[in-house]
């Protein structure tokens, strides 16, 4: 086999594509430029949600809430006067990862589904939380001023590149995960925790640094995404879609690998922006049959279905391996 | 082998995400006006987002039917590119940057509700294309210093003064408010307004609270309430509130002179709803099929009017959602022919400086692009029907008063 990073052909696909993304704004677009960062945005939250629930197998349901805590560190630290945008995108991912690191020492004590439970209530509550603080803004929302950098105002289009930056890093740190001694740490975590403890593997401090790691990539993401939106309220920030999509999209390219989220938003961003252009009524429905069809047919992604090919039996046998 | 299907899969992911749709974005070229607007067709405002497509289509097709839109002595058909926004902020944003972007339409029709207009003029403003909205009223929108986004609805602040002024014209004098909040922009703001109004007009505020948005139980507020003994209770939220809220006073038995609601009143679904206990319910509206504005030439001039025609075409009478929707694509209307331009830079500055009179009401906007000339209505369900009741000049009936026990209503 190849590791746990997965395939590697994939992963050089993956950073190509990576590179092919930095020419998107040559299009001169400002739409494609938002569809493209959209990518960018659920790619990196996405390898956020793929370190704990991919490789740790930590399946979280809250993990939109870094996401949220980096959008308003970005914005909080705006009406602060603030609006670096390179400086907020390291002050979201600090912000996240302590949040990760306070939360993860109780939370990542529960194991299977009251893990899942527990994410999604703190997801909940997080957005409860934010809407009664006057000084986050309260349902009001908070909407900085345009993003600088090193003190000079930028063009708007930098928004676009603070997110490849941010989607790169998710990428890089994935693959560092997986071939570090971290990496093997989290898999053995999640195929057998008892055992992982037996061979000396400190499994609750494993666990927070990976759902640390799952936090900044997050955060970063939203901390550019504030700039790009130039408003964020408690129901954006915390919003079902940028909770559920992360996960979908890992499933979809493959759990626990290096390319699959990337992927996986690709295609999914396509499939739902194709669907609602020509299906402005009944786009939703359409969607959640396809959701519905990766997770019935597709269950260990579209990388190991490409891996399985000429190989049917290979395709049923992890069919059957999920199937309840 | 792999490179390859994994290549020939990105492929065809771009390939998917850039063909898109073929649309031709008509514009002015071909003698059509393009408009664009992203409203929730899916989601927690959907109802509210197919009423204000009701009204924008009701413009269109009236204009379209009645010859088109004369602007600058040459006459032209008007079209309407909708998007579903999932009633989401953020998709919200994104498709109105499509729209400009990609569709080439010119000017935008706003979305419904606050938070989803709110990121939608943050497009607007930058990319300097006008937008007029007539569903979003928070007046934080307005603040930001934007000089694209012209909102034709009198600001949330405002919603419930009317019901307060027109508690203070009865005897016996109401002297007591209480008013219960969700927690949302628009709802907010509504009960900072009307509590700053109640107390500068002397009337004692006894208890305010916020409940969290959607809630499905709002029992704790309503004894909260009950143990205040208010003469006006009052509350800021969507029609689902006003349900829940209306329901929970009948529950406990809680009675006082005046019950208000921001939003739902005017809604069929709360009458059917609530039967008989929706009777002496007051609630506050942008319009009225009622009000008894005269509208200058280019459209149906009244209100009754247009409650008519509307009531022919779409098979249920017009409630302020659509009416002010329509109003939002009134304000395009008389500023392209006022000035005379299809440019977008002037269609902007032709709207600054726009005073007309519609059957919705007067539309002039203040230097925010705020539209804070046009009063609120107060309307009142009596014998399940919905009566204009306030402001005087342009009621329909007297108020009925005092409010019975809840058994008499």
């Known amino acids: 086999m190849i590791g746990i990073a997965g395939n590697r052909v994939a992963i050089l696909v993956a950073a190509l594509a990576m590179l092919a993304l930095l020419f998107v704004p040559l299009a001169k677009s400002d739409y494609t430029n938002a569809l493209f960062r959209g990518i960018l945005m659920y790619g990196a939250m996405s390898y956020g949600w793929n370190v704990i629930g991919g490789y740790t197998g930590y399946v979280s349901f809250g993990n939109v809430v870094f996401f949220g805590i980096g959008a308003y560190a970005a914005a909080l630290l705006a009406t602060h006067g603030i609006t670096d945008i390179g400086l907020s995108i390291v002050a979201a991912m600090v912000a996240a990862a302590l949040f990760a690191v306070v939360l993860g020492i109780p939370v990542l004590r529960l194991q299977g589904h009251y893990f899942g439970i527990a994410t999604l209530s703190i997801a909940l509550a997080a957005q409860d939380l934010i809407s009664n603080i006057d000084a986050f803004g309260a349902t009001n929302g908070l909407s900085p001023k345009a993003a600088t950098l090193f003190g000079a105002a930028v063009p708007y289009v930098v928004t676009y590149y603070a997110m490849w930056v941010v989607c790169a890093l998710a990428l890089a740190g994935t693959y560092a995960v997986s071939r570090s001694r971290l990496g093997y740490a989290l898999v053995a975590i999640r195929e057998n925790e008892g055992a992982a403890a037996v061979l000396g593997i400190n499994p609750t401090k494993y666990k927070v640094i990976a759902w640390a790691i799952s936090g900044m990539m997050g955060g970063g993401a939203g901390a550019v995404f504030v700039y790009a939106n130039s408003y964020i309220d408690p129901a954006t920030a915390f919003a079902v879609d940028n909770n559920v999509f992360p996960i979908v999209m890992a499933l979809l390219g493959g759990v626990g690998t290096v390319a699959g989220p990337l992927l996986g938003a690709f295609i999914l961003t396509a499939i739902n922006e194709t669907l609602w252009n020509h299906f402005p009524f009944i786009h939703t429905l359409f969607f959640g049959a396809v959701i519905v069809i990766v997770v019935l047919f597709l269950p260990r992604g579209l990388l190991a279905l490409i891996a399985a090919r000429r190989s049917w039996s290979l395709y049923v046998q992890h069919l059957r391996a999920y199937r309840v | ?409």
Request: aromatic residues 10%; contains cysteine.
């Open chain 2, 1 to 409: 082998m792999k490179t390859r299907s994994l290549a020939l899969a990105l492929a065809l992911a771009f390939a998917a995400v850039v063909a898109g749709p073929s649309v031709s974005a008509v514009r002015a070229a071909d003698d059509t006006i393009v408009f664009g607007a992203a409203v929730s067709l899916t989601g927690s405002l959907a109802k509210e987002g197919h009423l204000t497509q009701e009204g924008y289509d009701f413009w269109k097709d009236w204009i379209n039917a009645h010859g088109g839109m004369k602007v600058a002595g040459k006459t032209y058909k008007v079209d309407i590119k909708y998007y579903d926004d999932e009633s989401s902020p953020q998709t919200a944003a994104r498709l109105v940057e499509k729209l400009i972007d990609q569709d080439h339409v010119g000017f935008i029709l706003g979305p419904y509700g606050s938070g989803t207009t709110f990121s939608a003029a943050a497009v607007a403003e930058r990319k300097k294309v006008p937008m007029v909205e007539g569903n979003g009223a928070a007046e934080r929108i307005f603040n930001q210093g934007y000089r694209y986004t012209f909102g034709i609805l009198s600001p949330a602040r405002r919603y419930l003064e009317g019901i307060v002024d027109m508690g203070k014209a009865q005897t016996p004098k109401p002297k007591t408010l209480a008013i219960s909040a969700s927690n949302d922009l628009f709802s907010v703001e509504v009960q900072q307004g009307v509590v700053d109004y109640a107390k500068a007009h002397g009337i004692d505020v006894v208890y305010t609270a916020k409940y969290p948005e959607n809630s499905t139980d709002v029992s704790a507020v309503i004894s909260a309430i009950k143990a205040a003994h208010p003469d006006i209770i009052l509350n800021a939220g969507h029609t689902n509130d006003a349900l829940l809220v209306h329901k929970g006073l009948k529950e406990q038995n809680v009675q006082a002179m005046i019950y208000g609601y921001s939003v739902g009143p005017d809604t069929p679904d709360f009458r059917n709803a609530l039967g008989r206990d929706a009777n002496y319910v007051f609630g506050s509206a942008q319009w009225s099929d009622a009000v008894k504005y005269k509208g200058e030439k280019g459209f149906i001039p009244s209100a009754p009017q247009y409650a008519a025609e509307f009531q022919k075409k779409f098979g249920h009478k017009p409630d302020y959602h659509n009416a002010e929707s329509t109003a939002a694509c009134l304000a395009f209307q008389y500023a392209m022919q006022r000035g005379g331009s299809l440019d977008t830079e002037k269609v902007r500055d032709a709207l600054a400086k726009l005073d007309v009179t519609t059957f919705f009401g007067i539309l002039k906007f203040d230097s925010r692009g705020l539209n804070v000339f046009k009063p609120m209505v107060v309307n009142q369900i009596q014998n399940g029907e919905l009566v204009t009741v306030w402001p005087a000049g342009l009621a329909q009936a007297k108020v009925a008063w005092p409010t019975p026990v809840w058994a008499k209503r």
